[in-house]
């Protein structure tokens, strides 16, 4: 049984959010027993959508084994997880809270805020984003993703010679 639940842990990375929602259901049945179970919550897990190795699914499964009663995906630039997220938080019984974390620079001169090598430029999150609103946000921050990949990629450059 130990092999077959490892195995299992490993699909939550699956390509497919299909295959990972169905690892996530039968490892819920192959593990002993429940955690238990404070009153903890962590409402800004980031996922494969953002710089974790982590799918929503498994993002949400290491919340529940760390015992949270409620976690929330906060990815940069993307809800494109959102829907993998609640479906797994549902399966485990947790509750779900999703948002997305955004990059916002100010023509004010405020200094450094939380963005440690640009001056009035910071991280702002948008949290508790309607179901009904979470596609059109995710469209429209597609723009910002694609400006990101870019800076990105350009720093990339830089780093490789």
Same mark, same amino acid.
């Given at each position: 049984?130990?092999?077959?639940?490892?195995?299992?842990? *490993?699909?939550?990375?699956? %390509?497919?959010?299909?295959?990972?929602?169905?690892?996530?259901?039968?490892?819920?049945?192959?593990?002993?027993?429940?955690?238990?179970?404070?009153?903890?919550?962590?409402?800004?897990?980031?996922?494969? +959508?953002?710089?974790?190795?982590?799918?929503?699914? %498994?993002?949400?499964?290491?919340? +529940?084994? =760390?015992?949270?009663?409620?976690?929330?995906?906060?990815?940069?630039? =993307? &809800? =494109?997880?959102?829907?993998?997220? %609640?479906?797994?938080?549902?399966?485990?019984?947790?509750?779900?809270?999703?948002?997305? @974390?955004?990059?916002?620079?100010?023509?004010?001169?405020?200094?450094?805020?939380?963005?440690?090598?640009?001056?009035?430029?910071? #991280?702002?999150?948008?949290?508790?984003?309607? %179901?009904?609103?979470?596609?059109?946000?995710? *469209? +429209?921050?597609?723009? #910002?993703?694609?400006?990101? +990949? @870019?800076?990105?990629? *350009?720093?990339?450059? &830089?780093?490789?010679?």
């Amino acid at each position: 049984m130990e092999m077959k639940v490892k195995e299992l842990i *490993e699909k939550l990375n699956a %390509k497919s959010v299909e295959e990972r929602l169905l690892a996530l259901a039968q490892l819920v049945k192959e593990e002993e027993k429940p955690i238990s179970r404070e009153n903890d919550a962590n409402n800004h897990i980031h996922t494969i +959508y953002s710089f974790s190795p982590y799918s929503p699914t %498994k993002a949400a499964y290491m919340a +529940y084994k =760390s015992g949270l009663t409620s976690a929330g995906i906060m990815d940069h630039d =993307s &809800l =494109s997880g959102v829907e993998e997220f %609640k479906s797994a938080c549902e399966i485990l019984s947790i509750g779900a809270t999703c948002g997305v @974390e955004v990059r916002v620079k100010f023509d004010k001169g405020f200094g450094k805020i939380n963005h440690p090598d640009q001056a009035n430029c910071f #991280y702002m999150a948008a949290h508790g984003i309607p %179901k009904q609103n979470v596609k059109a946000f995710n *469209e +429209y921050l597609e723009f #910002y993703r694609q400006k990101r +990949y @870019e800076r990105d990629a *350009e720093m990339c450059k &830089l780093i490789t010679g």
